[in-house]
């Protein structure tokens, strides 16, 4: 029997067909970013105040700015961040019987009645220190005693991401990648725009759930495809260029932003690319592992002849006996053989964990950047450029070094900065802002790193029902982030990053107990990581019948199409 790595090594285990493939499919990372994370300017939340008529009326007829007539009319009250105005009450006076003139706005007598006056909630609306632009937050007057709301909107996108990473991941198994990736995309399609023109909050989250229902499951699928047609050795630096490719779209999205003052046409602009993925039919070939899972044996060689005529290589192997060698019966597997021994209920807590944390870490830190109150944007591209590095840094210390202290480090490097920075004083803002920057790109690390030890620590029977369970608490932590953020801000602003410190190193030290995968041949069997060894006497066993075999056996692999 020809296995189908025997195969892919033949016709090029990443030749120029596999780069092609893989360079395109990075950019679906780029819109990805955007929807992750896009709350930050469609949901920002900018200076407010009560709104009062009289006051309105006055301004304009005076030309007063906003911040003139909120010096003049608004009482100053202690919250957790010091005295400021107040954002939920406002005066219960008529202005028109005051002292209040366009030539003196802040006289004594006015500021002296101030403190004596009842007060009143913002029964009139509110205004908005964020003229010319318009998030879902000014529109929906999602503030003060409606300002949870704003939680929901990033917590359905994640309910979202929950539902369908794993129904469109069922999808994928039993259609094929490229199918459910076309079709997640026309939906996402539909969703997005629906999202862009909801005509209330309601529909707004109803919408937003369909939207992260395909985005990540689409995501996902990608990630799945592009690994599976490149060689063993080529899939990791795969996967972290893929996950890379998102951390560029973290540079893109303060500009979008920028230069798109409207949450509504933003949200479009977040769309268009999915729509744009849909011409990948043309281009990219269905994975010749899943159809060979399938017992659909001649499409799949079709799609090998093809990816080695692109990669000017020739196949010289009995392809009728091409099989799979990874496509173990899983019929019995289920979700209790990931608890079914010390070992595997150990990996599935503490990987559990780590997915949930990176995401609670990463997502809060994120968030956070729209709510400091300084320049969003600037803040966001400069924390967005320092998640670049990570890539290089996993890809430079994973196989110098090994799995585990690099991704425990990458924790303990996100907790100490989070704890720091908390008790940074604001007066030193360059320190404080560069300790979190340190801490966005260990968090960034620990949670690229995740993925791939995910799947070197289970054996192949249970590996994608194991990555699946584990990255179901990432969903799980998306959700809990934006309450775990804007509740706790209210009470102290720092009060958050306390949190994810502590989350960070409890993580980090759980990753010390979790073995090391550098050099050790991915596992087969839940026998196999009982007894790790004899999978390495295997390895063993397997490299010396290779060098026992004649040379002309393995040189066909070199040879080249003219």
Same mark, same amino acid.
């Given at each position: 029997m020809t296995a189908f790595e025997d195969i892919l090594e033949e016709v090029g285990a990443f030749g120029r067909s596999q780069m092609r493939i893989v360079s395109i499919f990075c950019l679906v990372s780029v819109p990805f970013s955007f929807v992750y994370v896009g709350i930050v300017f469609q949901g920002f939340t900018p200076e407010h105040w009560c709104r009062d008529p009289v006051v309105s009326g006055i301004r304009k007829t005076c030309g007063w700015s906003l911040q003139d007539a909120r010096r003049a009319t608004v009482p100053l009250m202690n919250s957790s961040s010091g005295v400021t105005y107040s954002q939920c009450q406002r005066l219960d006076m008529?202005?028109? %019987?005051?002292?209040?003139t366009c030539d003196n706005p802040e006289s004594e007598l006015i500021q002296a009645q101030i403190s004596t006056l009842p007060m009143t909630g913002c029964k009139d609306g509110w205004e908005y220190d964020y003229e010319g &632009?318009?998030?879902f937050v000014t529109e !929906?007057?999602?503030?003060?005693?409606?300002?949870?709301?704003?939680?929901?909107? +990033?917590?359905t996108l994640s309910v979202g991401f929950l539902v369908g990473s794993i129904t469109i991941g069922y999808l994928a198994d039993k259609y094929g990648r490229i199918k459910s990736f076309l079709m997640t995309n026309f939906f996402i399609g539909v969703a997005g725009i629906l999202v862009a023109t909801s005509p209330n909050y309601i529909a707004l989250l109803v919408f937003r759930v369909l939207f992260g229902f395909g985005v990540k499951g689409g995501w996902m699928v990608g990630y799945v495809l %592009? %690994?599976?047609?490149?060689?063993?050795?080529? &899939?990791r630096t795969v996967g972290v260029t893929? +996950?890379?490719f998102f951390s560029l779209g973290i540079l893109?999205?303060?500009? *979008?932003?920028? !230069?798109i003052p409207n949450w509504r046409w933003l949200q479009v602009v977040f769309t268009i690319p999915y729509i744009c993925f849909l011409s990948y039919y043309w281009f990219i070939p269905e994975s010749p592992r899943w159809l060979l899972s399938q017992n659909k044996r001649n499409e799949a060689l079709e799609i090998m002849k093809a990816i080695a005529k692109e990669n000017k290589k020739t196949l010289s192997k009995n392809f009728e006996t091409l099989t799979d060698e990874n496509t173990d019966s899983v019929s019995t597997v289920s979700f209790m053989d990931l608890f079914k021994t010390a070992? *595997?209920?150990?990996?599935? !807590?503490? *990987?559990?964990f780590n997915w949930f944390t990176s995401a609670v870490v990463y997502q809060g830190l994120i968030m956070r950047l729209g709510i400091l109150g300084g320049n969003v944007y600037v803040d966001f591209l400069i924390s967005g450029i320092v998640e670049l590095p990570a890539a290089f840094l996993i890809l430079l210390t994973i196989e110098r070094i090994g799995r585990r202290l690099p991704f425990a480090a990458a924790n303990f490097v996100a907790g100490a900065a989070c704890l720091i920075t908390a008790f940074i004083p604001d007066s030193m803002f360059w320190l404080k802002s560069a300790v979190a920057c340190v801490g966005r790109l260990g968090i960034t690390m620990a949670f690229e790193m995740v993925v791939f030890v995910n799947a070197e620590l289970y054996p192949t029977v249970i590996r994608n029902l194991g990555v699946s369970v584990c990255s179901t608490l990432c969903d799980i932590g998306g959700i809990i982030a934006p309450f775990l953020l804007y509740r706790l801000?209210?009470?102290?602003?720092? *009060?958050p990053l306390i949190i994810f410190g502590a989350l960070a190193f409890v993580a980090g030290g759980l990753v010390l107990l979790l073995p090391e995968t550098k050099g050790v041949p991915l596992p087969e069997t839940i026998d196999d990581i009982e007894c790790p060894n004899r999978n390495k006497e295997n390895q063993l066993k397997s490299q010396q019948l290779e060098n026992l075999l004649p040379s002309d056996v393995t040189s066909n692999k070199e040879v080249t199409a003219v």
């Open positions: 008529d202005w028109n %019987t005051t002292g209040l &632009r318009q998030s !929906f007057d999602l503030v003060c005693a409606d300002a949870w709301y704003v939680d929901m909107f +990033q917590a %592009t %690994t599976e047609l490149v060689g063993v050795e080529y &899939r893929y +996950q890379m893109i999205l303060p500009l *979008l932003a920028y !230069f070992k *595997l209920r150990k990996f599935t !807590f503490i *990987l559990s801000a209210v009470i102290w602003l720092e *009060l």
